[in-house]
């Protein structure tokens, strides 16, 4: 899609659709108070068009309502947008999101009198709020569908009165909601993809090329030998049973200028590209869309991409934990005692709590590299959907800090996010009599935190920590019209980049 910035706007820009917006307003009239369109912004000429037929046609500016009319042989789509109060950069996205889905077959080119959908007075942060959704809304994956989805609308403008001087921050602003809305894309494309296709080794290249070329990254991947040589006997124990070897993804992003301050962060995924279950067997309703597994990585790749691509001042380490968790003779038997990198020893109890395994070796070599915080991102557990429904992210960690941090990033970002608290009791629970630890917790209750309990053991010595239990909102997010109503949300990749940013 092309987008098209139009500053110093007198007029709208010849397109196939002009899209107008107003908010409502109430007004006495006589004893009744009535909600009319406010029309701020609005020229003298259109201004007495709309009120021309405002009252016949039921239009007053109320959110949702829509309204057409012809000016100068264009077509003006009218968008009500409700009270000025409640218009933040969240119901701008909705807006764009509507905007995209009911007008993209309508005509090829859409232009937006941005100055009557600006929220909050900012124009650059609307501008990107409406790039970012509409990316994020026309987003399709119908590779393999033999009929594809086609969508008319191919160019975007922005028309504002705003002055020209402005043009290269807002133009700036939209093309960085380019790149972070195709990453998203790209980390839903990547969750998508069914398993018989990608796996850790088809995972691992595709990663690698896609970040191919951008600057300041460096790529290693890491197989079986490597990760026998590195001790990671419980990443090797989730992977005993598959056809394909194990695969550690280690990217790093390094801006150009590096100076004594700048920050190095450190970003863990989870990438299960299946989980069976292993001998602790999923039934076979819970085995369906274990494909979205690998999420966690996902996500985190979505927002290391964004970050290197955006050229952040800030130094990014991205592991990925690849394979899947499935069974043949050598699959890992309930009972098993293994050794993770750090030398602790843990019972596996149940083959079905392996995220925790892969996460707990690349963890602790995450911690090698001694980041000054680490932020990891899975779908660890079914109980983060009991505790907390499928629309917010789990949070949990061992820094006030880098939780407040997360929680204002995912807050500016509007993503929903909820701490869970860490408790001793828990991290009691997490021990075995007979090794240092084991997967699974004495009961189901707080399974999400002990899971966190558990991963807490393989961070590193004064490392801050925050993990994310994205097991609800990395999946379908069919509230929000810029997710797609089913598949993967790429939720948390906005909230990442954006922590990035602070
Ligand atoms: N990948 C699952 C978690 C999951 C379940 C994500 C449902 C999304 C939807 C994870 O590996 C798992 O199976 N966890 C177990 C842990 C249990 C055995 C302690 C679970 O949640 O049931
Ligand atoms: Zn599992
Ligand atoms: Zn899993």
Same mark, same amino acid.
């Given at each position: 899609m092309e987008i098209k910035l139009n500053l110093g706007a007198k007029e709208a820009s010849d397109a196939d659709i002009v899209v107008m917006g107003t908010f409502s307003k109430t007004e006495t009239?006589?004893?009744?108070?009535?909600? @009319?369109? *406010?029309?701020?912004?609005?020229s003298k000429e259109c201004k007495d068009i709309l009120n021309s037929f405002s009252a016949t046609k039921n239009f007053s500016g109320n959110k949702g309502e829509h309204t057409t009319f012809d000016w100068h042989g264009q077509h003006v789509h009218v968008l009500g947008l409700g009270k000025k109060s409640d218009y933040d950069f969240e119901a701008a996205r909705r807006t764009a999101s509507a905007i995209y889905n009911n007008l993209k077959n309508e005509g090829k !080119?859409?232009?937006?009198?941005?100055?009557? $959908?600006? *929220?909050?007075?900012?124009?650059?942060? !609307?501008?990107?709020a409406f790039t970012e959704a509409i990316i994020m809304t026309g987003y399709e994956f119908d590779k393999y569908l033999s009929k594809k989805k086609t969508v008319k609308f191919d160019t975007l403008i922005f028309d504002s009165k705003a002055k020209k001087t402005g043009a290269k921050k807002v133009q700036k602003a939209i093309d960085d909601a380019v790149i972070v809305a195709e990453s998203v894309n790209t980390a839903r494309? $990547?969750?998508?993809?069914?398993?018989? @296709?990608l796996n850790s080794e088809t995972y691992a290249k595709a990663v690698v090329n896609d970040i191919k070329g951008v600057k300041g990254v460096k790529t290693k991947v890491l197989g079986k030998a490597d990760l026998k040589k590195h001790k990671m006997g419980m990443f090797l124990s989730v992977n005993a049973g598959s056809a394909f070897q194990p695969q550690l993804v280690h990217l790093t992003y390094t801006p150009s200028k590096v100076t004594k301050n700048t920050k190095h962060i450190a970003f863990v995924g989870k990438?299960?590209? $299946?989980d069976t279950g292993g001998y602790s067997l999923k039934p076979g309703g819970s085995m369906?869309?274990?494909? $979205?597994?690998?999420?966690? !990585?996902?996500?985190v790749y979505g927002a290391f991409r964004a970050i290197a691509m955006l050229g952040l001042p800030i130094k990014v380490s991205c592991f990925l934990g690849m394979t899947d968790n499935?069974?043949? !003779?050598?699959?890992t038997m309930p009972d098993s005692i293994v050794t993770a990198k750090n030398g602790k020893t843990v019972e596996i109890l149940n083959t079905d709590a392996e995220g925790r395994l892969v996460l707990g070796d690349v963890l602790t070599y995450a911690s090698e590299q001694k980041p000054d915080a680490i932020i990891d991102s899975?779908?660890?557990?079914?109980?983060?959907?009991? *505790?907390?429904?499928?629309? @917010?992210?789990?949070?949990?960690?061992?820094?006030?800090?880098?939780?407040?941090?997360?929680?204002k990033a995912a807050?500016?970002?509007?993503?929903?996010?909820?701490?869970?608290?860490i408790i001793d009791e828990w991290r009691n629970d997490m021990k075995s009599n007979i090794a240092d630890l084991k997967n699974i917790g004495g009961s189901r209750w707080g399974g999400t935190a002990k899971a966190a309990a558990f991963l807490e053991n393989f961070v590193g010595e004064a490392i801050p920590w925050a993990h994310l239990d994205i097991a609800g909102c990395g999946d379908s997010q069919g509230h929000l019209p810029y997710c797609p109503k089913k598949g993967a949300s790429g939720i948390m990749v906005r909230t990442l980049v954006e922590l990035a940013r602070q």
């Open positions: 009239k006589g004893k009744k108070e009535v909600t @009319v369109p *406010a029309l701020t912004g609005w !080119s859409i232009a937006i009198q941005m100055d009557q $959908f600006t *929220a909050k007075g900012n124009l650059e942060k !609307s501008c990107a494309d $990547f969750v998508n993809e069914p398993p018989n @296709v990438g299960l590209t $299946f369906v869309n274990m494909k $979205f597994d690998m999420a966690g !990585s996902a996500t499935a069974i043949n !003779s050598n699959a899975a779908t660890l557990t079914g109980a983060c959907l009991i *505790a907390l429904g499928t629309e @917010v992210c789990g949070l949990m960690g061992n820094d006030k800090k880098l939780a407040e941090g997360l929680k807050a500016a970002t509007d993503e929903y996010i909820w701490e869970l608290p």
